[in-house]
């Protein structure tokens, strides 16, 4: 039973265009939620994270939106760059910062952003 | 600052061999985790270390896999005997820990392992 669902393999978009990825979770106990960027033959990268405590963190081109109630967050990435062609996985953690604050992923999106 | 460092980075096996890889962590990260990638999946943690000590270990398919972290710097993560499923990248992470928080989690470029 998948906890962290990323309903769209791909997502092809435009450069200077918004990019808006989706991931919903069902376990309404996570408490910290994260963004991973990859690459291929690299592992993932952080991008951007939120705590279940806001609904919403920006950073530079990057903003993630949080709606616990729908247990769904997105990825605004706005404008899209070639750069950012890439695989993107969305993590939860229960108990983030505690000992048990172990991620589980999602399967990812790869966005594609065409010049 | 150095990042996550893993070798080998390919491996190819036959059934039943055994493989081990390799993590060096980031300097001063106490806490270190595996985790197995499978094509088309995200990753699954596999362990997860505090020091040199294990704190979850859960997922883990403890007849063929072993880890260990002697030192609470690098470790080692085996399989014997490897199973065609087995194929996957295998990536090692580490995260800071101050007090009772841990922070991000940094990745290391992975081992791609093909079991024929």
């Known amino acids: 039973d998948q906890q962290v669902k990323q309903n769209s393999p791909s997502l092809s978009v435009q450069e200077g265009r918004i990019s808006i990825l989706n991931c919903d979770y069902t376990n309404s106990m996570f408490d910290y939620f994260l963004w991973y960027k990859k690459y291929p033959a690299e592992g993932p990268t952080f991008l951007i994270s939120?705590?279940?405590?806001?609904d919403k963190n920006e950073d530079g081109r990057f903003t993630v939106f949080l709606n616990k109630s729908a247990k769904h967050l997105s990825l605004h990435i706005v404008p899209s760059q070639p750069g950012d062609s890439a695989v993107y996985f969305c993590a939860a953690s229960l108990n983030y910062g505690g000992s048990q604050g172990n991620l589980i992923f999602g399967k990812g999106t790869k966005l594609s952003v065409k010049p | 600052e150095a990042g996550v460092a893993q070798s080998p980075r390919y491996k190819i096996i036959e059934k039943r061999q055994s493989v081990a890889f390799w993590c060096n962590p980031i300097?001063?990260?106490?806490?270190l985790y595996w985790y197995q990638q499978i094509l088309g999946q995200g990753p699954k943690l596999l362990i997860q270390?505090?020091?040199?000590?294990?704190?979850?270990d859960s997922q883990l398919p403890k007849d063929r896999f072993s880890a260990e972290r002697l030192k609470g710097v690098d470790s080692t993560l085996k399989i014997q005997p490897a199973k065609l499923e087995d194929s996957a990248v295998y990536l090692c992470?580490?995260?800071?820990?101050?007090?009772?928080?841990?922070?991000?989690?940094?990745f290391g470029p992975g081992t791609r392992l093909t079991v024929t």
């Open positions: 939120i705590s279940s405590i806001k």
């Open positions: 300097s001063g990260h106490a806490t």
């Open positions: 270390f505090q020091n040199n000590g294990v704190v979850d």
């Open positions: 992470a580490s995260s800071l820990r101050r007090g009772t928080m841990t922070y991000e989690q940094y």
